[in-house]
Every structure is written in structure tokens, then in C-alpha cells.
Nanobody, 125 residues
């Protein structure tokens, strides 16, 4: 089992920036992919960005390309999401997730088996 805990959410004005972190513990060596998902009020969960554990390949949903960057610190078992030029439509609860295997570009929640409790991001206009 892998335990994930997100931090770094908050409220910002449109155009601002936020950084999210996800601390992983447990059987992290058994996971090949990590990702960020988000869920806006009244909407389904959406894949935001994903990365292969220990690798450099990444994937992003189109709406965040050029604005968000996913990265990882393998030594610290920490996943990051740098978010810039935030828009009100980026508002939601952001979740960290890990998978034994995944198709990175698909950003499909069904691939991911471990989930954090989420951290809220609010972007006001």
C-alpha cells in the first residue's frame, strides 16, 4: 500500500501561482506512475498531469499545457505540481495518485489505485 498526502493548496487571484506537493510513503517501489487529478464542484474527476516514477516522461491535459509542470523528487518520495497563470476554471480539489502501471497520456483515473485525501485550490477572477 502507498499512502499519499497532498499539501500546498490555497486561494489565489487569476494569473497567480501555486505549488502543490504530495508526500508518498509505503510500498512506493511498486508504483510506476504518479499523477495529479482534480475535481471541480459538481464535475467528475479530471486527469491533470502524470509522470513515470524515476523517469522524465510526462503528460498533461490540454487545458494546463504550458502553465503547469509536474515533477518528482525520488529521494524524498515527493511529487510536485507547479501551477502558473491560474484561471478560475482551475478551481477544484487536487488529488495525488499512484499506479502500478499506466498509459501516461491517457490520464485515466482507473489506472490509479492509491489516492490522497486532496487539497483545495480556489482561483478567483
Amino acid at each position: 500500500q502507498v499512502v499519499l498526502v497532498e499539501s500546498g493548496g490555497g486561494s489565489v487571484r487569476a494569473g497567480g501561482s501555486l505549488s502543490l506537493s504530495c508526500a508518498a510513503s509505503g510500498s512506493t517501489g511498486s508504483r510506476d506512475c504518479m499523477a495529479w487529478f482534480r475535481q471541480a464542484p459538481g464535475k467528475g474527476r479530471e486527469g491533470v498531469a502524470a509522470i513515470y516514477v524515476g523517469g522524465s516522461s510526462t503528460a498533461y491535459t490540454d487545458s494546463v499545457k504550458g502553465r503547469f509542470t509536474i515533477s518528482q523528487d525520488d529521494a524524498e518520495n515527493t511529487l510536485y505540481l507547479e501551477m502558473h497563470s491560474l484561471k478560475p476554471e482551475d478551481t477544484g480539489t487536487y488529488y495525488c495518485a499512484s499506479a502500478r502501471a499506466c498509459t501516461l497520456s491517457r490520464l485515466w483515473a482507473g489506472d490509479y489505485i492509491d489516492w490522497g485525501p486532496g487539497t483545495q485550490v480556489i482561483v478567483s477572477s
